[in-house]
Structures are given as C-alpha cells and as structure tokens.
C-alpha cells in the first residue's frame, strides 16, 4: 500500500495536451479544383483526423473556426445569372425571353417594312391610276381629233356649199352663170317696175351720184329705182355697178370703198360698158 507522499511521487500518464499553434487558427484558404482536406495539421507536424473529437481541454471560439466559402455555381448558371442582370446590378426585364432593348428593335423593324410595304403599295396604285388616267386622255384626245376633223370636213362642206349658194344669191347668178345671166332683164318689185338688164363682168361707165351697202345686185338695181322715185333735183340713176368683194363692210373699209353699189347717170347703153371682173352693172331700159 501507497502513501500519500508516494502516490504525490508518481507520475501522470497521460496524454500531454499541445497548445494550439497561433498560425493554425487563421482561415484555410479553398482552391477550387482540388480535393478538400479532410483533417488539419498542427505543430509538431501530429496528424490529427477530422472525424477525431478535438482534445477536451482545448477551447475555440467563433472567431478560431474556420467556415468554407460558400460553393460556387456552375460557369454556365453562371454566365446566364450574369447575363440576366442589368448594368446597374438589377435583373433586364424580359418579354418572351428576349430583353426589352431586342423586343423594341424587332417592333420598329417590323413597323418600318410594314411602312415600306405600304409605301410602294400606294406608289403602285398611284401609277397605275396615272397610267389609266393617261391613257383615257389620249383615247379622248383621239376621240376629239376625230370629231374635229368631221366637224371640219362638214363645215368645209357646207362653207363651200353656202359660199356657192350666197354668191349665186350675192351676183344674182353672174359669179357662176355670166354667160347665161348676161342680157337678162330683171324687173323691179317696186315703185313703177322699172326693167334692167344685167350684164356681168362689166362695169357702169360716168362718176357715181351715189354710193350705198346694198348686200346683193338685186338690191343694188332697186336701189337705182327709188332713187328715180324719190329724187326731184338731181341725176336719174341709168345704171348700176355692184361690187360683191365690198358688200363686207370690213373689205370695202379696206379698199376705202363707201359702198358696193355705185349710182351711174347716163347716157348708159351697152356698148358703151367697160371689162371689170368681179363687178356687174345693169343698165334701165327705156
């Protein structure tokens, strides 16, 4: 049996508690890519295993653990977060999958074709109308032409045929017939029926007693009878001139003639008549 101051004497077997290393407490740092240690090292290069219970009489506060940064995603998942997130750190808004800036894009795209689109659809109709309007101006052009060159022809007709019918009427058939109106006698419609013949392409010899616009030899010869009719102090009217070309006033205004028929006081008689083309005379029988 022992005695107190043996049992004092004896020495502790056990295990001598190492303190732990200062620089064994700091963070580990993690290396992606490679295996993570399972266990620690302390001083005295001691291998202790991580599924080991610590030594009891070492204590660590929240400060000595060591905590594992926290693991990171894929690089895919991670690109993808990256990219779903705005400049400004918020997340882009997305419309169907796209982001709003695509969406827009596409918006004004579509909007500029469908105005393009419209534009030439428009140019084309306006062409097209143009054409149309073009060509139904020239068929009314043609149908006009046409027309015109009837409505002249018609009235080149007719001018000549009225021509023909008022110079007959004009001369009282000398312009066409001289050879068979020359030596008629006309008779006149008033006053004593004084007679007259005619004589075409001849002209009433003597200075006129008067002048007057009488529109036609028929008027003119009448014109000779009132004189004869009416006049007490002057010339008796023997025979007439008639010159067709002046019953236009404007003509005669032209060739300063006061008239077409001229007056002519005798002596008249036939031989006596003077060439003239495009003047007739008639001269009173006694």
Known sequence: MFTGS??????????????????????????????????????????????????????????????????????DEADAQNQSRSPSGGRKALICGCPLVVVVLIAALVVSGAAVIGLAAATGVAVKQSQDSDSELKALQASFSSLSDVATATASSSDAAS??????????????????????????????????????????????????????????????????????????????????FWARIGNAAGNNAPGDCYLKPGPQDKDGLEDAQDTHAALLKS
Request: charged share 15%.
């Open 6 to 75: 043996s049992m004092a004497s004896q020495f502790d077997n056990s295990p001598e508690v190492v303190p732990p290393n200062p620089s064994d407490q700091l963070p580990q740092v993690y290396e992606p890519g490679h295996a993570h240690q399972t266990g620690f090292y302390q001083s005295h290069n001691n291998y202790i295993s991580s599924n080991s219970d610590p030594p009891s009489s070492y204590t660590y506060n929240d400060s000595q653990s060591y905590t594992h940064p926290p693991t990171l995603p894929p690089k």
């Open 163 to 244: 021509t023909q019918e008022e110079q007959e009427e004009l001369t009282n058939g000398c312009s066409n017939k001289k050879d068979t109106i020359t030596g008629t006698v006309y008779t006149s419609k008033f006053f004593d029926k004084a007679k007259f013949t005619m004589y075409c392409n001849t002209n009433a010899p003597n200075d006129p007693i008067f002048s007057i616009f009488a529109t036609n030899f028929n008027g003119c010869i009448e014109a000779c009878t009132a004189w004869n009719s009416y006049n007490t102090t002057r010339q008796t009217c023997e025979g007439v001139s008639f010159v067709p």
